[in-house]
T-cell receptor, first 114, second 112 residues
Framework: DSGVTQTPKHLITATGQRVTLRCSPR?????VYWYQQSLDQGLQFLIQ???????AKGNILERFSAQQFPDLHSELNLSSLELGDSALYFC?????????????FGPGTRLTVT | GQSLEQPSEVTAVEGAIVQINCTYQ??????LSWYQQHDGGAPTFLSY????GLEETGRFSSFLSRSDSYGYLLLQELQMKDSASYFC?????????????FGKGTRLSVIA
């Protein structure tokens, strides 16, 4: 158990809909990262928040947005969903100190768009 | 940008040693990490190399050569539970909290 929690575990929805994925980082971690994992694209970085502020953006579509709240949990909002958005979405958190800068991944949310 | 290349699949026998290679092209280099992911599971951190040389953690070792833009993960005394996907990843910045760019992963199958 990494200490990172994500809800829901599974989500099935139709094209055109909007969903919200939720993540709580490990206690004390200020950084939250969102990654998308699909069969053809692998594990891709979407967006990072640090202590409530957006820190870095990766290959995130304009239809997707995220935020981090004062209690440090984060939400990833996916709208106007398309079949190609079906994927595993992982949230990760990290500590600022230490040598390895390892990231701790949550169990993921499997999104299926039908 | 960053790109990483690693073999898509490797098969090895239980008890043997296997090496998974990773070559990278980056605009700046801040260390190479390795993650393991079992089917249906989350990636978990295995190892990190910030400087050239070998890092050992139990049955797993990781090596880095920055001059060759190359690293590898070495798994010894393979066990069936080592069957998983292994990803190399680079950090995109120098601060402690930076995103990772992952390779596409190497699927390791351990056979009896």
């Amino acid at each position: 158990d990494s200490g990172v929690t994500q809800t829901p575990k599974h989500l099935i929805t139709a094209t055109g809909q909007r969903v919200t994925l939720r993540c709580s980082p490990r206690s004390g971690d200020l950084s939250v990262y969102w990654y998308q994992q699909s069969l053809d694209q692998g594990l891709q970085f979407l967006i990072q928040y640090y202590n409530g502020e957006e820190r870095a953006k990766g290959n995130i579509l304009e239809r997707f947005s995220a935020q981090q709240f004062p209690d440090l949990h984060s939400e990833l909002n996916l709208s106007s969903l398309e079949l190609g958005d079906s994927a595993l979405y992982f949230c990760a958190s990290s500590v600022a100190s230490g040598r390895s800068y390892e990231q701790y991944f949550g169990p993921g949310t499997r999104l299926t768009v039908t | 940008g960053q790109s990483l290349e690693q073999p898509s699949e490797v098969t090895a026998v239980e008890g043997a040693i296997v090496q998974i290679n990773c070559t990278y092209q980056t605009s700046g280099f801040y260390g190479l990490s390795w993650y393991q992911q079992h089917d249906g599971g989350a990636p978990t951190f295995l190892s990190y190399n910030g400087l050239d040389g070998l890092e050992e953690t139990g049955r797993f070792s990781s090596f880095l050569s920055r001059s060759d833009s190359y690293g590898y993960l070495l798994l010894q005394e393979l066990q069936m539970k080592d069957s998983a996907s292994y990803f190399c990843a680079v950090r995109v910045g120098n601060s402690g909290n930076t995103p990772l760019v992952f390779g596409k992963g190497t699927r390791l199958s351990v056979i009896a």
